[in-house]
C-alpha cells in the first residue's frame, strides 16, 4: 500500500485503515488542511465504518459534506474522539444506516446529515450545540432520542416524518426548535418543552401525536400553528410568562389579541372568539372540534389557511374583517355556508358562498356543499384556492364574465366531472385544476391566453383537450400525466410549450404543433409511449433535453425548418424511431440525441450542415412530391439587391419559377427555369425592385 505524508498544505490521500479488527475495516479518501483530516468520501464495502481518532499522526476532526453519501451497505457509524463537525449531506440517503454514535467531540451536526436513513440507534455526543435543517428527517424507524443539555438550536424540519418516534428527552438549554422541527412525528404522545426555550417555529408539531404540551415561560416567540392536528385538550402557558397565555386552553398571545391555536379535542358546538380578538393567526383552528364558529365583530384580519378540516358545519364573519390570508376555510368537508355581516365593508356572502364585497371575486366556496355550480355573472375572478378540495363538487359553470381562474382554484376536487368555461376566461393559473381526477374534457374560449404550470396535472380521466386560437403559452407540467389523454387541439397562437407540459401522457397517438410554436421545453412529451408521430412546427427553433425520452412507439418525426439547436436525450429510448425529417439545416445536438434509437436522418437538398451520419443515425435525402421554397437561412431574402432563394426537389429535375404582381388578378409568367442539381438550385431575380409587390411560385416545365 502506498502512503503519503499529509502537510500543512491541503492533501488528497486515499486511507485504508488496517490496524482496525476486520469487521471495522474501511476506506476513505480525505484532505488534511493546517495539520488536521477532514473524511471526503467512502469507498468501501463494510457495514459498519469506524472513524479513527487519528491517522498520519494528524487528528480526524470532520466529516466532509456529502462524504458517505448514498453509501447504502452501511449500517453503522462509530465516530472517533477528535471529530467536531459532521457536513450536510454527510450520510444522506444511506438507507440502511441503523446505528450511528455520535462522540462527545462533536459540536455541530450538518443540514440533511442523516436524511433519509434507516436509524434505531442514535446516541448524540454530550458536545454537540447544534442539529441542522432535515438533520434526522425521514428516519420511520428510530423511536428515541435524547438531546443534550450542550444543545442550543433544533433546526427546521430536523426530525419531521419520524413516524416510529415515540419519545424525546430535550436537554435543559434548547432555546430554538425551528420549523416542522417534529412534524408528522404522529407517534409522539408527549414532550416536556425546557424552560430554556425561547423561540418555537411554525408548525413545529404539526401533525404529531401530543396529547399535552406547556409553554414555558421563557418562551418569547411562536410561529404559525405549532401543534396543528395535534389531539390536545388544551395548550397551557407558564403563569410568568409576559408573551403569551391560555383561555380555556386556547393559545393566545398575552393581550388576547391574536389566536394563535386552538386544541383540536376541545369540542365544543359554537365557538365564538373572544371581543378582545383581532387577529386568526395562521393555521390557527386547524381540524377543530366545533359545529359552529362566530368570528366576531372585533376580528379585523384571518390568516392563511385558518381554518382547515374538523367537522365546522357553519362559520359566521363578523362586519370588521377586511384581510384574508390564502385558503381560509380549505378542506372543511363538512361546511355548508360561510355568512358575513351584511354591514361587513370588504366582503359579503350569497348562498353560503364567500365573495369580496362587489361581488366580483369568489374567495372561498364551502367543502361541504354538493353538486353542481353556477357562478354568478357579477364574477370576473375566481381566487386562488377558492375551491381547493371541494369533494362534493361535481359540476362548474362558468358565464362570459369569467376572466381568470387563480392559482389552486380546483385543486384537488376529484368528483369534479364537467368544467364549462365562458368566453371571457383569459388565463388558467398554476395548478387550477390540479388532481381533478374524475375530469373528463375540457373545452377551452378563443380568449384563454394562457395556461399555467401544472394546470390540469394528473387528470388522469381527462380524455381530450381543445385550446382555443387566443392560447399563446401552456405551462410546465401543464398536462403531467394525464394518462386518458387520447387527444390535443393546439390552437394557431401557441408559441411555447413548458416543459414536462405532457410528460407520462401515456395514451397520446400524434401531436401536431402549428408555426406559431418556438419553444418547446425539457421533458415536453417524454413518456408519451403510445406517440407514433410527431410534428415539429417551422417555428420553433429549439427542442429541449429529453424532450421526447422514452417515446418507445414512435416512428416518424418531422422536425421544422427553424431548429438549429436539439437538447441531449431528446429522443432517448426511442426504440421504434424509424424515420427523422428535417426540413432545415443540421442542428447543432447538445448531446446524444438519438441514444438507444435507430432509423435513418432524412434531409431536404439545398440545406447544409449534414454528413454521412448525424447523431450516430445514418442520413439520407428527402425527396417531396413537390418543389419546395427553403423560406430560411442565409439564402432566403435580399443578396447582393436581388431577391433569391433556394429551390428544392429532385436532382435534375427542372423547375419553373414564375411571378406576379396581384393574386386578386394573378397574371403568372415565368421567370427562369431551374434545374435542380443535386436536388437544389438558388434563385434570384434581378428584376424585383422594379415591382411595388413580387409574387412567385414554382411549377414543372
Known sequence: MKTKTPTATTTLAVLLLLALPAAAHAQFTYITNNDTITITGYTGSDGEAVIPDFTNGYPVTSIGNDAFRFCTSLTSVTMGTHVSSIGSNAFLECYNLQSVTISDSVITIGDNAFLWCTLTNLTIGNSVTSIGNYAFFGNPTLLSVTIPNSVTNIGSWAFDACIGLTNVTMGNSVISIGSHAFASCGELLGLTLPNSLISLGDEAFLGSGLYSATIPDSVTNIGSSPFGWCPLLAIPVGAGNPFFSSVDGVLFNKSQTTLIQYPNYRCVGTYTTPNSVTSIGSGALLAACMTNLVIGNSVTSIGDGAIQGGSLRSVTIGNSVTSMGS????????????TVDPSNPAYSSLDGVLFNKSRTTLVAYPGG????YTIPNSVTNIGPNAFYYRLALTSIIMGDSVTSIGTNAFYLCRNLTNVTMGNGVRSIGDQAFWDCSGLTSVMMGNSVTSIGDEAFGQCTRLTSVMMGDGVTSIGSAAFTYCTSLTNITMGNGVRSIGGSAFVHCERLTSVTMGDSVTSLGDWAFASCTNLTNVRVGNGVTSIGSYTFQNCTSLTNVIIGSSVTDIGASAFLNCHSLASVYFRGNAPTARGAVFSGATGTVYYLPGTTGWDVTY???????????????????????????????IISWATNIS???????????????????????????????????????????????
Open 327 to 338: 385558503s381560509p376555510f380549505a378542506n372543511c368537508p363538512s361546511l355548508l355556508a360561510i
Open 369 to 372: 356543499k354538493a353538486g353542481s
Open 615 to 645: 447523431c450516430g443515425l445514418p442520413t439520407a435525402l428527402w425527396f417531396l412530391p413537390t418543389p419546395q421554397v427553403l423560406n430560411h437561412g442565409s439564402s432566403f431574402g435580399v443578396k447582393s439587391n436581388q431577391f433569391g432563394f
Open 655 to 701: 423547375v419553373v419559377v414564375e411571378a406576379c404582381t396581384n393574386l386578386a388578378n394573378p397574371a403568372w409568367f415565368p421567370v427562369r427555369t431551374n434545374t435542380l442539381a443535386g436536388g437544389a438550385s438558388y434563385f434570384s431575380d434581378p428584376q424585383w425592385t422594379n415591382y411595388p409587390t413580387r409574387l412567385y411560385r414554382l411549377r414543372s416545365p
